[in-house]
């Protein structure tokens, strides 16, 4: 699919990915677990397969000064960030998703991460770019970019997730492609300066007990953020995996926040106050507070509590052959590290333990795996994970019975993806 063809309704969205689906020849490639006896050719032009010799094998390639930042293959243009037009009103103030079912490991390629933006992207001459610390200190600071890279800086992994990532799940399955459902997260290394050293210089006056992080955007977004946590583990970060952070992002400085709801990890950061109270601001009262059924609100849902996704099989990623496949998926948590991710083929009737691979960190995307003999039978593929406090991951049914339907954020529910017998899935709830 190019971005031309992105969708324009929930119901388009789900008979387009299912003709793409069929088109794609799912069923054509139905076959045994290995087609790799010799002899089985396979997709491909048989021009460029064996005993052929292929055309990259007879002509020299490109040299080392014709691509100076390198890209991804040709043919991989498919993986890109998608958005839902219908979505939101305007691009500026909107959103796109990672395509989390074509990535796998925990790192987010930069060109990847998902953007939320309320007034575009700021794009912003970094000498240009100074960090105001003012309100309840005893000096008022500005820094310049190079000030803050003078301070001691540390490196650490971390998931980022909107708030409204599943917004459009709470009322019943909407949107199919965990893309679209689960894409408002990714995790990247920081590098940055511990918050902390940067209100230190600054120095704290007594009844200091929130600051408020102010964008340079356009939306000039602002959140409060209780002082025991901007003194514990939030950052002022200005490189993403090794690079200065991307523009998308909130070059040439942003607040990292780890564990909470992203909207707090403000981009383009320009100024911090210290006060002692919160600000009230609109991300924090008429936006990013959870309407319950009774009419009530929950305000200040910080934390993003553990959740996660099978990305594989997914309806942007079917099944293609019979036998032995790769299931694979995300978990995270904002309380801390996953324990446990456990999966089931039959809706959330029977469970195994998957197997998690790779580096097990607080607060940053953790990978799993499970094996899948798959014989075509229907699936219902659910994963539920628990984290190092013991908190496990609530059906879709659970977390409506406390939080109603009138919620957008916060949608940490186990999410099922029904798998046909020709490898198709979709998006489906279970009752
Ligand atoms: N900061 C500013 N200045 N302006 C914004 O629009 N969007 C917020 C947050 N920080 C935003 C911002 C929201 S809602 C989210 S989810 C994250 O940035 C998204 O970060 P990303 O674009 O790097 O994925
Ligand atoms: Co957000």
Redesign the pocket.
Known sequence: MTQDEAPKGAQATRRRFLSAAAVGGVAATLGPARAADLGAPGPGDPANLPPNVPDWSKYLGDGVAARPYGKPSKHEAHVVKRDVEWLTASRESSVNFTPLHELDGIITPNGL???????GI?EIDPADHRLMINGLVDKPLLFTMDDIKRFPRVNRLYF?E???NSGMEWRGAQLNGCQFTHG?V?CVMYTGVPLKLILEEAGLKPGASWIMAE???S???NRSVPLPKALDDCLVAFRMNGEALRP???YPL?LVVPGW????????LRRIEVGDAPWMTREETSKYTDLLADGSSRRFTFVMDAKSVITNPSPQAPLKARGQNVLSGLAWSGRGSIRRVDVSLDGGRNWREARIDGPVLPMALTRFYADLDWQGEELMLQSRCVDDTGYVQPTKAELRAVRGVNSIYHNNGVQTWLVRSDGSCENVEVS
Request: with cysteine; net charge negative; glycine share 16%.
């Open positions: 991460c998902f953007e939320r933006h309320h007034g700021a980022l909107c708030a409204a408002m990714h964008g340079a955007d939306s000039g977004m998308e992002q909130g942003r709801e992203g909207n707090m990890w403000v981009k383009w």
